[in-house]
Nanobody, 129 residues
Framework: QVQLVESGGGLVQAGGSLRLSCAASGRTFSDNAMGWFRQAPGKEREFVAALNWRGDSTYYGDSVKGRFTISRDKDKNTVHLQMNTLKPEDTAVYYC??????????????????????WGQGTQVTVSS
């Protein structure tokens, strides 16, 4: 059974940093695209970041570009999201997602939540002002 488990969320002051992790089990995702999405109360789920199946391209939502960094640890079957200079508007539940395909796609593919069949349960990030 495939599982994605997020960790690292919490409460942080504006301007601070957090590092989210997503540990996969049940199969390896070292050759699959991985992504992060978030959902704030009363809002639709929003694309945050992704890396492609080879890990040689990364993609970011406009609101987090330059502040967040996605990375993968293939040996640990884990993907991370380093979040710096956090803002109150970053407050949301953050979800990890994994694709089952191993091929190149355009950037719109990685920004679409329907591209990812596997999802974690989410971790809460709260940024106080």
């Amino acid at each position: 059974q495939v599982q994605l488990v997020e960790s690292g969320g919490g409460l942080v002051q504006a301007g601070g940093s957090l590092r989210l992790s997503c540990a996969a089990s049940g199969r390896t995702f070292s050759d699959n695209a991985m992504g992060w999405f978030r959902q704030a109360p009363g809002k639709e789920r929003e694309f945050v970041a992704a890396l492609n199946w080879r890990g040689d391209s990364t993609y970011y939502g406009d609101s987090v570009k330059g502040r967040f960094t996605i990375s993968r640890d293939k040996d640990k079957n884990t993907v991370h999201l380093q979040m710096n200079t956090l803002k109150p508007e970053d407050t949301a539940v953050y979800y990890c997602a994994a694709d089952r395909q191993s091929q190149y796609y355009g950037s719109s593919y990685y920004r679409n939540e329907r591209s990812y069949p596997y999802w974690g349960q989410g971790t809460q990030v709260t940024v106080s002002s």
